[in-house]
């Protein structure tokens, strides 16, 4: 199983960021770039423990679905979110929200694990391709996620 973790500090504190998280308006705005869209579920405000949602993408030039379920929710620490139906053998995705000077800032982490179909050939598309394109998929979503949650906190701050 392929395993990619990853850590943003955010100026903004955990609970901030992890409702931004849950967001599936947030979610799309920061997926624009593979034409991310609900296609069941919830299709605005934030996700709760035990829901579903099927999203769409275009993902290395193919349009695929992919259906998860929050599986686990500990707010404002930490939730969880698996694949029910999608292109993966198996997939979870751990967030982790740490609160840090003082809950006025966030280390954000993520877990995400994930296994192809295809057995060998499969790890070995995971090993020499997917990793790297799940990481810099990642690291976009962070980085938008990061700079609404700071410019709210800024905005919610400033008056």
């Known amino acids: 199983m392929a395993r990619i973790e990853l850590a943003t500090i955010i100026q903004a504190p955990p609970a901030l960021c992890y409702a931004l998280k849950l967001d599936v308006q947030q979610h799309v705005a920061s ?19 035990g829901e579903l949602i099927t999203w769409e993408a275009r993902h290395l030039g193919v349009r695929q679905r992919l259906t998860v379920q929050v599986t686990a929710a500990e707010p404002p620490q930490h939730f969880r979110d698996e694949m029910r139906r999608g292109a993966f053998r198996t997939m979870s995705h751990d967030h982790y929200f740490e609160p840090l000077a003082g809950g ?6 993520d877990v995400f694990a994930f296994e192809s179909p295809g057995g060998p050939i499969g790890k070995l598309f995971n090993k020499l391709f997917l990793t790297g394109y799940m990481t810099r998929f990642l690291l976009l979503r962070n980085a938008q996620l990061k700079q609404q949650a700071e410019a709210a906190w800024v905005a919610a701050h400033s008056q």
């Open 31 to 49: 997926t624009a770039h593979t034409q991310e869209r609900i296609v069941a579920g919830r299709t605005s405000g934030r996700l709760e423990l």
């Open 104 to 109: 006025l800032a966030t280390r954000m982490r």
